[in-house]
């Protein structure tokens, strides 16, 4: 099976190819040359101005079609299931896919032969995050953990190796941070990329980190790739994580990471205070805090249990 699937998405390779090749060649024609000798009339041109405008319509619509063949029960499509599932021909499916993957809608996974929704699809989502499920559930959460700690209360996820901030709350500190909701950032940010990626395995964490090089943000940023393994190593012993100066020289703070139903982590949480007010028992105060926080968002996602190996 996998075999013909991959031989028929060579075909439609070969046959978008051909009608690009075609295209370009009837590009070189003047307008009035479509094999008559004559020329356009004026009501021929604004023909076919309705008809270029009809034909971008129904490019949008097929484009549309291609993005809601993906769910939660089809995460990853073929090129062959996206056009049998749009009745659109190879060649078009083709051609629609890869304008949706140069525009970051889509993503080619693996070989390149199965495609799943791009960083895109979730950017363009942040207005709508109203409506998702993690944040409509932790709201109130939110709300209790900015009042408990007077910090600024970041949550986020991580989607095609980057870090989104799903949702936050300010602080009534004179605290400035700058992450806003639906802002995407390397996976390696800050105290909740390191959080997230504490969960991660170590090949793909070693991965990000081949393409993302650490860099120098505050006064103790961590920029030893080793370093930066054992501080992941010792928040997955630990279950949290905590930060002074890192990101920013100024700004400290905790996290815990957020489990779902299957015991994996979903999300991240983290609260943010000034530097100067992080003293004495404040570090454990608004550790335990964000630690408790996280576990009543977790059981309202369904967790119960222990975190998945």
Known sequence: MKAE??????HANRQAEAERAG?????AREPGDAGTGGTVARGDASKGDRDDSVKTVRAVERALDILECFNFDRRELTLTEIAQSTHLPLATAYRLVKILERRRWVRSIGTGNRYQPGLKLLEGGA????????REKAQP???????????????????????????????RAELRVVSAIGQVRPVTYGILGKLLLAYMPEEY?????????????????????EEFLDELARIRRNGYATAIDETMDGVS??????????????????????TVMWTGEAPERDLE???????????????????AR
């Open 5 to 10: 699937v991959n031989a028929m998405d060579a």
């Open 23 to 27: 295209a370009s060649s009837g590009a």
């Open 127 to 134: 207005v709508a995050l109203s409506g998702f499920t993690l």
């Open 141 to 171: 959460v939110l709300d209790a953990l900015a009042s408990e700690t007077s910090g600024t209360v970041l949550m986020g996820a991580v989607y095609e190796d980057r870090l989104v901030y799903i949702d936050r709350r300010d602080s």
């Open 205 to 225: 964490v070693r991965g990000v980190l081949a393409k993302t090089p650490l860099e120098k943000r505050g006064s103790r940023s961590i920029v030893s790739e």
């Open 253 to 274: 703070g905790a996290a815990a990471p957020v489990f779902g139903m299957e015991g994996r982590v979903i999300a991240g949480l983290a609260v943010l205070v000034p």
């Open 289 to 307: 805090a964000v630690r408790r926080a996280a576990a009543r968002i977790s059981e309202s996602m369904g967790y119960h249990g222990q975190p």
